[in-house]
């Protein structure tokens, strides 16, 4: 039996990944077999993507294909054989994030979508949004930002490009501002509804 294929998806400091991990914790002690994964990959081309990150030195356009790369790499090494292993699969990030965050740096949808549109969808996405001061804090509070987490103006497009993707895609929403548990129970409840 196929596994199931979840995506928590989010601007930075939505707590995307604290929360990838929670989920991934609270379908282990149910008994699920779980494979948390996220994207950029800790594989060869995921690497590359947060060294040229931390240094600031990549064009837009190249970016979004080597997240493509990632994915397409993530899909065949790490996805697809623990989907057909039965076991469900988290991922902190997918291909959403390459068209929110590309167009954010003005690059063409229709481009984007074309690279992406082949890869397997997720059974069910949720978005982490809370407030963007919210995210704008807990980035700022981080020891050190990439090259799209240090651009404000980057944040605020990528944020109101994943509102716009919730009220289009009709993406499940969990605010994550509150307590860590309470939004895990959330999260939770979501997976465990649909």
Known sequence: ???????????????????AA?????LKEKGDDVL????PTDGPIGAFIRAQLAVGAIPADALQ???SADRAWHVAEGILPALESGKTVISDRYALSTLIYGEALGLDVKWLDNMNKNFIQP???ILALPSFETCMERVNGRGSKDMLE???????????GYVRSMQTLALPMVDTTGAQELV??????LVTLS
């Open 150 to 160: 240090s651009q404000d103006s980057l944040q605020r497009r990528v944020y109101d």
């Open 123 to 125: 059974d069910l996405q």
């Open 22 to 26: 929670l989920l991934a914790e609270r």
């Open 184 to 189: 895990a129970d959330d999260i939770l409840r």
């Open 1 to 19: 039996m196929r596994g199931r294929f979840i995506v928590l998806e989010g601007p930075d400091g939505s707590g995307t990944t604290t929360h």
């Open 65 to 67: 294909m080597l997240f």
């Open 36 to 39: 948390l994964t996220q994207e």
